[in-house]
């Protein structure tokens, strides 16, 4: 026969028990996500206008995952100061999964550049998968007393008078890459800074300036219509789409810069939602249609996991940052 005494301390353990339960559900909650995610449209934060290579992606990717999802992915231009403004909104946002961010090089480049920015570019974020690697283009003017990549070393390095080079802007891929060209073949070109590759192509076609390490989509449109003349990737082989150029790295060897595109959100998203948006992203980037895509732009489709990711983006940190550095390139 239960005392008086024992059914009290019954009665202790279960408030006990309940008390402890509730206080983990929050947490449990937190750590499995909601299992109805999504049940509300996401915002798709984009650091680029409409009409350019980020905002195409972003809304071929966003299409498909509203499809999937059965709700609005939508598309947020914000592509002031270079993709800082994005990211800060997107470090702030709650880890719910309504918001991400289609994050390219420029966001690693950023952090090197300025280390005083109002977040950190790995550790502020939750990586769900690189979608895309892309190199860049070196392209002359076809009037250029060039016409291969080991010319263009030589020439570069027995030039008399001031040699230029010209990128979309300040920090931008073009901009480091040039600057590790410096480096590398042990030239001392001055950096031409643009608001934007449209403008520095422009001109390069107008014969202002020397050389330019451009976007891969961008520089073959103007190769093939002569108005450029293609001499180099700066991807580390080859690229299969663009046999006939070499790589920069088989004149240089270890001359690398690749770009790349990927979705990351804010920190300490729940796993089941990395899970399954890492999946559906890396099943869209699959899809044929989608691949010849990516492929037609001049990139290679990736698809790798949240924590390939991570390390990739340190590692990218780490180059940039490296970079910078040694050749002392600033915003400024």
Not at 146 to 155: A, D, G, Q
Not at 178 to 185: P, Q, V, W
């Given at each position: 026969?239960?005392?008086?005494?024992?059914?009290?301390?019954?009665?202790?353990?279960?408030?006990m028990?309940?008390?402890?339960?509730?206080?983990?559900?929050?947490a449990?909650?937190q750590?499995?996500?909601?299992?109805?995610?999504?049940?509300k449209?996401?915002r798709?934060?984009?650091?680029?206008?409409?009409?350019?290579?980020?905002?195409i992606?972003?809304?071929?990717?966003?299409?498909?995952?509203?499809?999937v999802?059965k709700?609005?992915?939508?598309?947020?231009?914000?592509?002031?100061?270079?993709?800082?403004?994005?990211?800060?909104?997107?470090a702030?946002?709650?880890?719910?999964?309504y918001?991400?961010?289609?994050?390219?090089?420029?966001?690693?480049?950023?952090?090197a550049l300025?280390?005083?920015?109002?977040y950190?570019?790995?550790?502020?974020?939750?990586?769900i998968?690189?979608?895309?690697?892309?190199g860049?283009?070196?392209?002359?003017n076809?009037?250029?007393?060039?016409?291969?990549?080991?010319?263009?070393?030589?020439?570069?390095r027995?030039?008399?008078?001031?040699?230029?080079?010209?990128?979309?802007?300040?920090?931008?891929?073009?901009?480091?890459a040039?600057?590790?060209?410096?480096?590398?073949?042990g030239?001392?070109?001055?950096?031409?800074?643009?608001k934007?590759?449209g403008?520095?192509?422009?001109?390069?076609?107008a014969?202002?300036?020397?050389?330019?390490?451009?976007?891969?989509?961008?520089?073959?449109?103007?190769v093939?219509?002569g108005?450029?003349?293609?001499?180099?990737?700066?991807?580390?082989?080859?690229l299969?789409?663009?046999?006939?150029?070499?790589?920069?790295?088989?004149?240089?060897?270890?001359?690398?810069?690749?770009?790349?595109?990927g979705?990351?959100?804010?920190?300490?998203?729940?796993?089941?939602?990395?899970?399954?948006l890492h999946?559906?992203?890396?099943?869209?980037?699959k899809?044929?249609d989608?691949?010849?895509?990516?492929?037609?732009?001049?990139s290679?489709?990736?698809?790798?996991?949240p924590?390939?990711?991570?390390?990739?983006?340190?590692?990218?940190?780490?180059?940039?940052?490296?970079?910078v550095?040694?050749?002392?390139a600033?915003?400024?």
């Open positions: 026969m239960k005392t008086p005494r024992s059914d009290f301390r019954a009665v202790s353990v279960l408030v028990a309940l008390g402890l339960g509730a206080c983990a559900a929050p449990l909650a750590q499995r996500g909601p299992a109805d995610y999504p049940n449209p996401i798709f934060l984009t650091p680029a206008q409409p009409g350019g290579t980020t905002d992606l972003a809304r071929l990717v966003g299409a498909r995952l509203t499809d999802f709700q609005q992915v939508v598309v947020d231009n914000r592509a002031s100061a270079s993709g800082v403004i994005a990211a800060e909104l997107t702030h946002a709650p880890p719910d999964g918001t991400l961010f289609l994050a390219y090089h420029q966001h690693t480049v950023n952090a300025n280390p005083q920015l109002p950190h570019p790995v550790n502020d974020f939750t990586p998968t690189q979608l895309t690697s892309a860049l283009t070196l392209v002359v076809p009037s250029t007393p060039v016409k291969n990549l080991k010319e263009f070393v030589e020439w570069t027995n030039f008399k008078g001031a040699l230029n080079f010209g990128s979309a802007g300040l920090g931008s891929g073009g901009h480091l040039g600057e590790l060209y410096n480096l590398m073949a030239v001392k070109a001055q950096h031409i800074p643009y934007g590759s403008p520095a192509l422009i001109d390069l076609v014969g202002q300036y020397h050389y330019n390490f451009a976007g891969m989509l961008p520089a073959q449109t103007l093939r219509s108005k450029l003349r293609g001499l180099a990737v700066t991807t580390p082989k080859r299969g789409a663009l046999p006939d150029l070499p790589a920069v790295a088989e004149v240089l060897p270890g001359f690398e810069i690749v770009g790349w595109y979705v990351i959100a804010p920190a300490r998203l729940p796993k089941p939602i990395v899970t399954r999946d559906e992203m890396v099943k869209i980037i899809q044929p989608v691949r010849e895509r990516i492929l037609a732009d001049g290679e489709p990736v698809g790798s996991t924590e390939e990711f991570r390390q990739y983006l340190l590692a990218d940190l780490a180059k940039w940052a490296k970079l550095k040694e050749s002392g600033k915003l400024d």
